[in-house]
């Protein structure tokens, strides 16, 4: 039995379509959805390898509860996991009220799991103490768009992508965090070679492949950008005075404030050439249509509301809103975070996009839901809430769909706050992650494929998600969880009472919800699942009797404010928060690599994401190296004020000197310490209340560990983790991935100060099964040295080198190649720790470059040394011929390695 089963793509914004192709039990394939408005048949490298990912052995499967901290949790059943959970809670809300308790979501739920949590807070448990990861991610866009415009609303289309003059991205590395309109924006400057491309980031990301012009500015340095921007704009008269006068408000105080911000003075704070700002300006001003595309570079700042509306200053400057090809454009981040921002789920929104502080909306909402009243005193926002949690203030948490043990700043405090938390519900898919291991509740949840809702993308689009497949063993659907909880709770809470919770489908929580929005900015009233399914994905707004959705919004001037005008907003610009200083003269940047997704836990699960990049490693800029006496792949302490990690360096001239870069991903599981928010700071935004994600201070040290480790393992790759991860704690530096594609093997590389004890080796040896059956080994324990290879049917299948491990890129070559030769044998059998021959040497090579045609970095670099170009390359070795996610990275290969090869 074949079947398909059209839905959408669990991770980014971009929300494109996905065809699920399953027998009713298991997912087979995915293609890309070519009836589908965000994608048109398209798939990034992630979305295309959807059914590789989320193996059952590291998914939630059934309810576990522990009745005591120090001990382990248990299977439960879900009667029993729910019951207790809301004797807890309803105990602790008579006893310390309604703000004792807190909820912490997720923009990766459906509409309709969020509005039945946003049920449950405000008006069952009566607390705005609500909150959700969008606080990390899109809360300053909120911010800026509100106060610019109005309302929560990006009011251009994906088409305008392709019809712009002019496209300013700032701050979003697209061709990594949102591939597929990436591609698409590479399609329509193929087609219109003039259409002008900047990108603002202080590195060069793979997304400047595309780019006429690169703006490398100084971190944080964007609010001084833009009005330095705006002060040529005004200088030039390349302004839109009819649009000013006749659709905004506040100007005059904006004309002022920008006065000072002098093309020489913004240049210099910036750090680029004042040309580059007049050729930005120049074709900012001059353009037919301008477009901004923005993304996490402006949010994740102390200031990131005044970046996004001085972005926005600039479209009402020039009246570049509400026209084809023009408008600011916010990029979403998660699949559903505009789902979140709809239903109000941030503790100061209510649904419908309406504000928890305004007596009114609450009026309307508790009226709509039948209760007396919803509750006044402010939420808390998420660091704010993870304090409160820490202080001892909230004495029962519930988290969902998120991680905050990987990816809230100041990781010492948030463990420290979730070891003291008396109850932490963990409603997850996957059982491994960080935050799992501190649940005194763990729910299994189902997850992509497995359950039904909708959810909005970043140009307003409503797709219906749907269920191809069951959910493994107990797993539930988060709405499902959610109202069946409410429902328990309810019961303690108000007894004898009519249900506020009686939904038996998502379908009943849309109906619920929609009418929310009538007469609302957002009014998706008109819509329900049967249009979806009926008409395809819709924009909103869609009131009731509409025929179509929105394509763009503000075209007649008519904004959603109380004037119905936009405002300027006049705002200097401030520095981030850590100022360099002598102890801390590095500026830690953080973001997304382009396989691999927040904190791994579905994406760690396919070898093939994984072999993009294996482990984490901390780029700088070769000047930073070399006034270190660093070399690559040395190990490095990275210190902030608030914690350290050891990794290795690698050089990279996309990063300015004064900065370094640090993938965001890795956490605990994947590497020792506390990730890479260990390092970040939890200063927020006076606003948004958005945390300073990318920009912390910190200092690298040469740090000395002789001892190494090296083992790679086939087979059974989550079980051997599990057992392997404990025992890396004894090392002082430990990395764990995955590598190879038809054979998944797990990758250990370790090292510290002196050798461990023998029984620790033998252990590791145990579950690498390297001791015992065709294992070939040499130890020279007087100089802590020892190999060992696992060989069978000729092929290699285990590897562990330990004291030194200068073999390990030749040996892991062998085992990917599945060849084995006499040099192997002779090698293994001999008291010697460097490879043979040449084979030492670290070539890069092995990485996957191309993830659909397995193409690997080495084969490109050896193409382009024969003279191949980038259409030769797809040609001869197919690469960036599928879903393209690699061209960029092909591109920036051809750029930088003729002068090699001519050398
Ligand atoms: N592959 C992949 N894709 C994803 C995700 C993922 O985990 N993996 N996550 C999704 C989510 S939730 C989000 S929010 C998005 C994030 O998408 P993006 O925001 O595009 O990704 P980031 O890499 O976090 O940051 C973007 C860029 O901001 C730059 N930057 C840092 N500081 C500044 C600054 O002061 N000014 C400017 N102008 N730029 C700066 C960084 O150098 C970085 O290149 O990606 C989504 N898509
Ligand atoms: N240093 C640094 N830190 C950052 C950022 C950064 O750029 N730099 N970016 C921030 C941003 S923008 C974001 S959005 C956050 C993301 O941070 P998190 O929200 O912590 O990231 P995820 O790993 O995506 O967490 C989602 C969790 O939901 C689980 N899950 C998947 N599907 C389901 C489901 O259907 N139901 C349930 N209940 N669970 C499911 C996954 O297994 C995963 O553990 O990170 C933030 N942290
Ligand atoms: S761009 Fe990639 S990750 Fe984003 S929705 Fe599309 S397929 Fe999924
Ligand atoms: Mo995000």
Not at 281 to 290: L, R
Not at 389 to 402: E, F
């Amino acid at each position: 039995m074949h079947l398909t089963t059209a839905t959408t793509c669990c991770y980014c914004g971009v929300g494109c379509g996905v065809l699920i192709e399953h027998d009713g039990e298991k997912v087979l394939g995915v293609k890309g959805d070519p009836a589908h408005p965000a994608n048109f048949g398209k798939l990034c490298s992630k979305g295309a390898t959807l059914h590789l990912t989320g193996d059952l052995a590291a998914r939630a499967l059934h309810p576990e509860l522990r009745l005591g901290k120090a001990l382990p949790r248990a299977r439960t059943n879900w009667d029993s996991a729910l019951d207790h959970a809301a004797s807890v809670f309803a105990e602790t809300i008579r006893e310390h009220g309604p703000d004792s308790v807190a909820f912490y979501i997720s923009g990766q739920l459906l509409t309709e799991d969020y509005y039945a949590f946003n049920k449950l807070a405000r008006a069952l448990v009566g607390t705005n103490n609500i909150d959700s990861n969008s606080r990390l991610c899109m809360s300053s866009a909120v911010v800026g768009y509100k106060r610019s415009l109005g309302a929560d609303a990006p009011p251009c289309n994906y088409e305008d992508l392709e019809h712009s003059d002019c496209v300013l991205i700032v701050g979003s590395n697209m061709a990594f965090a949102h591939p597929v309109l990436f591609r698409r924006l590479e399609e329509a400057k193929a087609k219109r070679p003039d259409m002008k491309i900047i990108v603002v980031d202080p590195r060069r990301t793979d997304t400047c492949e595309l780019a006429d012009l690169h703006l490398a500015i100084q971190p944080g340095t964007d609010v001084a950008l833009f009005h330095g921007i705006l002060h040529i704009l005004m200088w030039e008269g390349w302004l839109d005075r009819r649009f000013i006068e006749a659709h905004t408000e506040g100007f005059d105080a904006l004309k002022t404030l920008v006065r000072d911000y002098t093309p020489q003075m913004v240049a210099e704070l910036c750090g680029i050439p004042v040309e580059q700002l007049y050729s930005c300006a120049q074709w900012i001003g001059q353009a037919p249509s301008f477009l901004s595309l923005w993304c996490m570079g402006l949010n994740q700042s102390t200031a990131g509301s005044a970046k996004n509306s001085a972005l926005i200053n600039l479209h009402l400057a020039t009246g570049q809103i509400g026209r084809v090809g023009a408008g600011p454009f916010s990029l979403t981040g998660q699949p559903n975070a505009m789902g979140g921002r709809e239903t109000g789920s941030l503790c100061n929104l209510l649904p419908g996009h309406r504000e928890a502080a305004n007596a009114e909306h609450r009026a309307e909402v508790a009226h709509y839901w039948g209760v007396d009243s919803l509750p006044e005193s402010p939420g808390l926002t998420a660091i704010e809430l993870f304090d409160a949690v820490h202080a001892g203030k909230i004495k029962a948490l519930w988290i969902a769909c998120t991680n905050p043990a990987q990816s809230l700043p100041d990781q010492n405090k948030i463990h420290e706050a979730l070891s003291a938390c008396p109850f932490v519900v963990v409603q997850e898919a996957f059982f491994t992650t960080e935050t799992c291991r501190f649940a005194d509740l763990l729910l299994p949840a189902a997850s992509w494929g497995e359950k039904e809702g909708t959810v909005t993308n970043s140009e307003r689009r409503i797709s219906h998600v749907r269920r191809a497949v069951p959910a493994p063993a107990e797993a539930r659907p988060d709405w499902a969880i959610t109202v069946d909880f409410a429902r328990r709770l309810e019961q303690l809470l108000r007894p004898g009472l009519p249900s506020l919770f009686d939904f038996d489908q998502p379908q009943a929580l849309f109906d619920e919800y929609k009418q929310l929005t009538a007469q609302r900015d957002l009014d998706l009233s008109g819509l329900s699942y049967a249009i979806l399914d009926t008409q395809g994905p819709q924009q909103w707004p869609f009131p009731a009797g509409a025929r179509e959705g929105t394509a763009r919004l503000y075209g007649n001037g008519v904004f959603p404010s109380a004037s119905g005008r936009a405002s300027f907003i006049a705002e200097p610009y401030r520095a981030p928060k850590e100022k360099r200083d002598v102890r801390f003269p590095l500026t830690l940047n953080t973001g997304r690599l382009r396989d691999h997704w927040h904190g791994m836990s579905r994406t760690g699960t396919a070898a093939q994401l994984f072999g993009h990049v294996e482990e984490a490693v901390l780029s700088l800029h070769p000047e930073e190296l070399r006034r270190r006496r660093l070399q690559a792949g040395d190990l490095v302490k990275l210190k902030s004020r608030r914690g350290s990690l050891v990794l290795p360096v690698q050089s990279d001239e996309g990063v300015r000197s004064g900065q370094v870069f640090l993938p965001m991903h890795w956490g605990n599981r994947f590497l020792k310490g506390l990730g890479c928010n260990v390092l970040t700071l939890p200063a927020f935004d006076p606003l948004s209340k958005q945390p300073e994600l990318k920009h912390a201070g910190v200092e690298v040290q040469k740090v000395e560990l002789p001892w190494q480790l090296f083992a790679l393992v086939e087979g059974e790759v989550q079980t051997r983790f599990e057992a392997l991860r404990p025992l890396c704690e004894s090392f002082d530096y430990a990395s764990l991935g995955l590598v190879g594609r038809e054979r998944p093997a797990l990758l250990i590389r370790a090292a510290a100060t002196e050798a461990p004890a023998p029984e620790l080796l033998a252990q590791i040896d145990r579950l690498l099964g390297l001791h015992e059956g065709p294992v070939l080994a040499y130890d020279d324990p007087r100089r802590a040295v020892g190999k060992r290879v696992r060989i069978e049917q000729g092929r290699i299948t285990a590897i562990r080198l330990a004291g030194e491990t200068a073999a390990r890129d030749w040996l892991k070559g062998l085992w990917l190649s599945g060849e084995t030769d006499a040099d192997l044998r002779r090698w293994l059998l001999a008291p010697i720790t460097t490879p043979p021959g040449s084979a030492g040497a670290s070539t890069p090579g092995n990485k996957t470059l191309c993830n659909c045609m397995n193409v690997s970095e080495g084969a490109v670099c050896a193409g382009i040394a024969r003279g191949l170009g980038l259409q030769d390359l797809k040609q001869t070795l197919g690469c960036g011929t599928q879903c393209g996610s690699c061209v960029p990275e092909i591109k920036r290969l051809l750029a930088q390695l003729p002068a090699v090869a001519n050398a």
